[in-house]
T-cell receptor
């Protein structure tokens, strides 16, 4: 079946430093799935951060970027300069032509002031 | 913006009882989903629903589970009877298009004692 792997369960970064959260995927049911990053801020529900549906394209939102790399089957999330308000849980996900989302385990980001 | 509302936020019941989790999806959305997340584990797909029918269900969607959306009202997940392993947070989601990133509710924490 489909799977999403986030290698870091927890990441701690100092404010204004750069960030990368790794995500790789395997989509057995379809060649090129749609890829997403969702975020859950403390006390809030899960919300979409960004999405990319075309291989080779980059998505961006709130200073975060992720590029759909079909050769490496990766969709890493990056930000050049994090803020304390970015502290949250980040989930990488893919969906296929059935609409079903497959999530990674999530990465808890803590930004230290 | 539009929201998916889940009622209640926390429900406690005794094993063997029936429980109904309610979801008020975005009004013009056509596709509806339930996901399950056990504490410390991955968020996993249970079922999706369109035009009054289940489109796809996972192996987690046991025979004791059922979904419906009578007359365009709440989208419900019923578990009858409940088991201890049903304790989890259940997330409802909805989308207008099949491959669109669904909008998630904040979840209902179900505790089966």
């Amino acid at each position: 079946g489909d799977s999403v792997t986030q290698t870091e369960g927890q990441v701690t970064v100092s404010e204004s430093k750069s960030l990368i959260i790794n995500c790789t995927y395997s989509a057995t049911s379809i060649g090129y799935p749609n890829l997403f990053w969702y975020v859950r801020y403390p006390g809030e529900g899960l919300q979409l951060l960004l999405k990319v549906i075309t291989a080779g394209q980059k998505g961006s939102s709130r200073g975060f970027e992720a590029t759909y790399n079909k050769e490496a089957t990766s969709f890493h999330l990056q930000k050049a300069s994090v803020q304390e308000s970015d502290s949250a849980v980040y989930y990488c996900a893919l969906n296929t032509n059935t609409g079903k989302l497959t999530f990674g385990d999530g990465t808890v980001l803590t930004v230290k002031p | 913006g539009p929201k998916v509302l889940q009622i209640p936020s926390h429900q406690i019941i005794d094993m063997g009882q029936m429980v109904t989790l309610n979801c008020d999806p975005v009004s013009n959305h056509l596709y509806f989903y339930w996901y399950k997340q056990i504490l410390g584990q991955q968020m996993e797909f249970l079922v999706n629903f369109y035009n009054g029918k289940v489109m796809e269900k996972s192996k987690l969607f046991k025979d004791q589970f059922s979904v419906e959306r009578p007359d365009g009202s709440y989208f419900t997940l019923k578990i009858q009877p409940t088991a201890l392993e049903d304790s989890a947070v259940y997330f409802c989601a909805s989308s207008f298009l099949l491959n669109q990133a669904p909008l998630f509710g904040e979840g209902t924490r179900l505790s089966v004692l």
